[in-house]
C-alpha cells in the first residue's frame, strides 16, 4: 500500500526508516520531509498543515494510510478533515480527532479529563481574565516553586516554573492580561510542582485496546547534567532501568487503563499515540501532561527497538484490531544523541554544510533539520541530526553514538556527550 507521512523532524525520519522495511508499504511519501527522508521514500513538498494540498496528493497517488507525526496538523482537525471528505473517509489516519487532540491541545481540558477519570496527576486551578484576581490571591497561599501552563499549543514554551509569589503573580497577568503567549494563554493552569524523575510512556491505541511501546528517557536542557535553557530534546535512552515491571504495571493500571477506558466513556474516538509525560515521585506516577503524537527525540530511540512490523501495528490501529497484532520488542538498549545549531535553543545558525555523514560506523542517522541545496546536505532547524546506536547494555549505546555524533561535522556543530550518564 502507499502510505503517506506527515511532518519533517527527527521523529518522523525514524518513522520513515522503520516503515520502509515493511513489505507492506510500496510507496512511502513523506510531507514535507527532509534532507535524510528521501531514503526512505519520496519528499513532497506540502507542509502537514495544508489540509487542501494533502486532499489533492492523497487522491492523485493513491495513498492508502496516512501518519501524522507532529500535533498541529490533528489539533486543526486534519482526521476529521478526512472523514468530512466523501473522498477520503475510506483513507485511515493515524492520529486522533480534534476531541481527542485536545488532550495535548488544552491543558484545561486534559487536567479535567484526569480529574474527571481519576488518574494521578499535579492538584491544579484554572484561571482566565475573568478570574484574574482569584488567580492571583491563589497564588498567595500556594506553596513554592509553583507551575504555570498556558492552556493552548505554544511551540514548547508554555510552561513557566515560578520560584516565588511575585514572580508567579507577575507571569499571571502577562499571560492573561499581556497575552504573553498569544491565544494559547488565555487560559492559565496553576498547577504543583512535581519533584522526581520524568519518564515518557507511548501507548499505540485503536481506541478499544493499545500496546505499551517501549518507553524512553529525554534529556531535555541543552547543557551537561542537564542544565540550561529547555530545548526540544538533546537526546534519549530507552529502555529506562527505574521502569521495570513493578513500576510499568503501576503506569498501566493507574495511568494507561483509565485513560483508554476514560475516552471511550467521554465519547472520544481515538486512533492513534498516546505519549504520557510523567514524573516518577518515589516510586509512584503522576501524568505532567498529555501528548497525542510521539516524542521527538525518544521516537528515534523507541523505533530501533520495535522489531515487529510497524505498519502492521498501524493497520491493526486503522481497522481496529490492535489486540490480534503481536508487539515484539528488542531487550538492546537505544541512546540517541541530538546534534544542533550554534546557538540552539536561541537564534542559531542555518545554511552550514554537513559531511562526514559516510564515518557513521555503528549508528543510525535520522535528520531532523537538514535540507538539500544544490546537491549538499545543509543545516535548516536549531535540532539538525539524532545519532541513534542500538546495543546490548546501555554503556555501549551511549558510548557508540557520542563516538559516531563526534564523526558528523558541520559548523557550529553542538552536542550532549553525558546522555544516559545519570542511570548508568
Ligand atoms: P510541558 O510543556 O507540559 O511538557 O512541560 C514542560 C516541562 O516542564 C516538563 O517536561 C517538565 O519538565 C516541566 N513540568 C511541567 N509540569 C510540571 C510540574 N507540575 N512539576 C514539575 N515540572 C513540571
Ligand atoms: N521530547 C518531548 C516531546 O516530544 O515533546
Known amino acids: 500500500m502507499n502510505i503517506l507521512l506527515l511532518g519533517s ?10 516503515i520502509s522495511q515493511s513489505p507492506l508499504c510500496s510507496q512511502l511519501f513523506i510531507a514535507p520531509g527532509n534532507a535524510g527522508t528521501g531514503a526512505f521514500g519520496k519528499n513532497v513538498n506540502i507542509q502537514a498543515t495544508n489540509f487542501a494540498g494533502i486532499r489533492e496528493f492523497v487522491l492523485q497517488n493513491n495513498v492508502q494510510l496516512v501518519l501524522v507525526g507532529p500535533e498541529e496538523p490533528l489539533v486543526k482537525g486534519i482526521h476529521d478533515y478526512f472523514l468530512a471528505d466523501e473522498d477520503l473517509k475510506s483513507i485511515p489516519v493515524i492520529g486522533p480527532r480534534e476531541e481527542g487532540a485536545k488532550l495535548e491541545g488544552s491543558k484545561n481540558f486534559s487536567k479535567a479529563f484526569m480529574r474527571r477519570h481519576f488518574i494521578p496527576t499535579a492538584a491544579s486551578a484554572s484561571f482566565t481574565i475573568n478570574s484574574l484576581n482569584e488567580g492571583l490571591s491563589y497564588l498567595e497561599t500556594h506553596k513554592y516553586p509553583v507551575v504555570l501552563k498556558a492552556d493552548g499549543l ?24 499581556d497575552a504573553k503567549f498569544g491565544e494559547a494563554s488565555s487560559t492559565v493552569v496553576i498547577e504543583e510542582f512535581l519533584t522526581g524523575i520524568e519518564l515518557s510512556v507511548f501507548v499505540l491505541t485503536d481506541g478499544h485496546t493499545y500496546k505499551i511501546l517501549p518507553e524512553a528517557k529525554d534529556y531535555k536542557r541543552i547543557g551537561e547534567g542537564d542544565t540550561g535553557l529547555n530545548t526540544g530534546g538533546m537526546g534519549s535512552i530507552s529502555p529506562v532501568p527505574f521502569a521495570d515491571a513493578a513500576f510499568m504495571k503501576k503506569v498501566e493500571d493507574q495511568i494507561v487503563k483509565p485513560t483508554i477506558a476514560g475516552l471511550k466513556s467521554d465519547h472520544i474516538p481515538y486512533k492513534g499515540f498516546i505519549f504520557i509525560g510523567l514524573m516518577n515521585d518515589n516510586g509512584d506516577p503522576y501524568v505532567i501532561e498529555y501528548n497525542v503524537r510521539m516524542g521527538d527525540p525518544e521516537t528515534e530511540s523507541v523505533m530501533p527497538r520495535i522489531e515487529s512490523d510497524f505498519v502492521d501495528l498501524l493497520l491493526g490501529v486503522a481497522h481496529e484490531n490492535l489486540a490480534e497484532k503481536e508487539l515484539k520488542v528488542s531487550d538492546k538498549t537505544a541512546a540517541t544523541v541530538m546534534l544542533v545549531a ?22 543510525h542517522i535520522f535528520h531532523a533539520g537538514t535540507t538539500l541545496e544544490d546537491g549538499l546536505i545543509k543545516t535548516s532547524g536549531g535540532r539538525v541530526l539524532a545519532v541513534t546506536s542500538l546495543q546490548d547494555t546501555m554503556f555501549d549505546a551511549v558510548q557508540q553514538a557520542v563516538a559516531d555524533a563526534g564523526r558528523v561535522y558541520y559548523d557550529g556543530r553542538y552536542f550532549r556527550t553525558d546522555i544516559g550518564f545519570d542511570l548508568l
Request: aromatic share 8%.
Open 9 to 18: 523532524g527527527g521523529r518522523e525520519s525514524a518513522f520513515a526508516w522503520k
Open 154 to 177: 505554544a511551540a514548547g514554551k508554555g510552561v513557566l516554573i515560578c520560584q516565588t509569589v511575585e514572580e508567579a503573580q507577575t507571569e499571571l497577568v502577562a499571560m492573561l492580561q
Open 342 to 363: 550554534s546557538g540552539y535553543p536561541g537564534t542559531y545558525l542555518k545554511g552550514k554544510v554537513i559531511s562526514g555523514l559516510d564515518n557513521i560506523r555503528d549508528s
